[in-house]
């Protein structure tokens, strides 16, 4: 499974429509495989789902995103994870272990309902 995060500073960016980079990992299991970090460089919708789908992405797991991204990205088959917030490295972990609804990766303002 392909897990992708949009990242910025090290951390889950905050708006995945305007996000430039991408970390996307390799898991089985929930264990790491690979990883590798790649550009983002399309601005059209219909474009930027069709890249994160050809990465072979699964599961994204981002901060904000519009309702019509997360559409498409969810009729080509992956799984979005909206509303989340932290250090990349934090969120990965607490996705490896089940803890991503925990409170503290929410998004502020953003509740349990949100998703």
């Known amino acids: 499974m392909n897990i992708a ?32 970090e790649t550009y983002l460089d399309e601005h059209n919708v219909t474009r930027k789902c069709a890249r994160v789908q050809g990465l072979g ?3 994204l797991i981002c901060g904000a995103i519009s309702l019509h991204f997360r559409q498409v990205l969810g009729a080509s088959g992956i799984q979005v994870i909206p509303w989340i917030s932290g250090p990349a490295e934090e969120v990965l972990d607490a996705f490896k272990t089940g803890d991503l609804q925990d409170s503290k990766y929410r998004m502020p303002g953003c509740g349990i309902n949100a998703v």
Request: hydrophobic residues 45%; proline residues 6%; glycine residues 2%.
């Open 57 to 59: 992405v699964q599961v």
């Open 5 to 36: 995060i949009p990242i910025w500073d090290g951390k889950v960016s905050p708006v995945f429509d305007t996000a430039s980079r991408l970390l996307v990992l390799q898991m089985d299991e929930r264990v790491e495989k690979s990883r590798f």
